[in-house]
């Protein structure tokens, strides 16, 4: 069956700009996660999205970054404005309700983002 | 994709008490990382021990890393009630499709 999409698969950007990241969670998860990855890190988490609760940002690294989920299934990952400590790889994960640790979550592959 | 594979897949002990929790994995790797989830939140990263490292300490905790096995081992020393999470280790540090096991799921016993 389909994974988890995102889209693009990488961008390019100049300092400053503003940019939007899309994932496409497998279809019936109800929770969806954001995470970016710097070359040789770990993964840092961003925000957590569960159902129509609200969503859980306590990872986001400044107020430039903000997530949207509509309808429960796709969402947009924007950064406003831009810095060059920004590149990184950004993974979307999703899982079937996120209501416990108890669950896999699956990666989708990554929006390789470069800001010049 | 690379995916660890984690033992055992529950542990429950008493507060102040070491936990020890094991992962497996199948390539080779540049690095591995160990990560922890509490209840409805996304992972948190742990720490993350490069191939050509056998040990590394980060507060409570102490990774271990056996290439020759491809294993690695989480151990937590003096437990709390707040290390009750699932922990998660991958293996490869890429990003293709990362995706996570089942984890060991610890509970600490007040």
């Known amino acids: 069956g389909a994974g988890v999409s995102q889209s693009p698969s990488n961008k390019v950007t100049e300092k400053g700009k503003d940019v939007e990241l899309r994932c496409d969670p497998i279809s019936g998860h109800t929770a969806l996660y954001w995470y970016r990855q710097s070359l040789g890190q770990g993964l840092e988490f961003l925000i957590y999205f569960q159902g129509n609760s609200a969503p859980d940002k306590s990872g986001l690294p400044s107020d430039r970054f903000s997530a949207e989920r509509t309808g429960g299934s796709v969402s947009t990952l924007t950064i406003q404005r831009t810095q060059q400590e920004d590149s990184a790889v950004y993974l979307c994960?999703?899982?079937?309700?996120?209501?416990?640790?108890?669950?896999?979550?699956?990666f989708g592959p990554g929006t390789r983002l470069l800001v010049l | 994709s690379q995916q660890g594979e984690e033992d055992p897949q529950a542990l429950s002990i008493q507060e102040g008490e070491n936990a020890t929790m094991n992962c497996s994995y199948k390539t080779s790797i540049n690095n591995l990382q160990w990560y922890r989830q509490n209840s409805g939140r996304g992972l948190v990263h742990l720490i993350l021990?490069?191939?050509?490292?056998r040990e590394k300490h980060s507060g409570r905790l102490r990774v271990t890393l056996d290439t020759s096995k491809k294993s690695s081992s989480l151990l937590i020393t003096a437990s709390r009630a707040a290390d009750t999470a699932s922990y998660f280790c991958e293996s490869g540090g890429g990003a293709d499709g990362l995706t996570f096991g089942k984890g060991t799921h610890l509970i600490i016993q007040p």
């Open positions: 994960a999703s899982s079937l309700s996120g209501g416990t640790a108890w669950e896999t979550q699956y």
């Open positions: 021990i490069r191939s050509n490292e």
